[in-house]
């Protein structure tokens, strides 16, 4: 079965850093677009940074674009998130996903991988930024 497990959240400072990694097993990394996700308590999931098997394209929200890095490792099955100027509102559950689409990764910031049936979750890890 299809397996993503997210680690390396935990508590930073404001301005500080983190990268979370994800590790895929039970498909094939390369037919899958990968996409980094967050919910924050009391809002809706959104996409954060999303890669292309198909093309090898990233994209990032605004809201974190110049801060955060997605980037893959396809012989390991990695896909991590490099975050950097952390802000207390970047404080959420962040989700690895893992859509067999192929090209999913062009509109994955909108809501569409939240509610497709062609989309995978891990099961989060939290990240806290303080003040």
């Known amino acids: 079965e299809v397996q993503l497990v997210e680690s390396g959240g935990g508590l930073v400072q404001a301005g500080g850093s983190l990268t979370l990694s994800c590790a895929a097993s039970?498909?094939?990394?390369?037919?899958?677009?990968i996409g980094w996700f967050r919910q924050a308590p009391g809002k809706e999931r959104e996409g954060v940074s999303c890669?292309?098997?198909?093309?090898?394209?990233?994209y990032h929200a605004d809201s974190v674009k110049g801060r955060f890095t997605i980037s893959s490792d396809n012989g390991k099955n990695m896909v991590y998130l490099r975050m950097t100027s952390l802000k207390p509102e970047d404080t959420a559950i962040y989700y690895c996903?893992?859509?067999?689409?192929?090209?999913?990764?062009?509109?994955?910031?909108?809501?569409?991988?939240?509610?497709?049936?062609?989309?995978?979750w891990g099961q989060g890890t939290p990240v806290t930024v303080s003040s």
């Open positions: 039970g498909f094939t990394f390369e037919d899958y677009a």
């Open positions: 890669i292309g098997s198909t093309d090898g394209n990233t």
């Open positions: 996903a893992a859509n067999r689409e192929m090209w999913a990764h062009l509109d994955c910031l909108d809501s569409s991988w939240i509610y497709s049936d062609t989309v995978e």
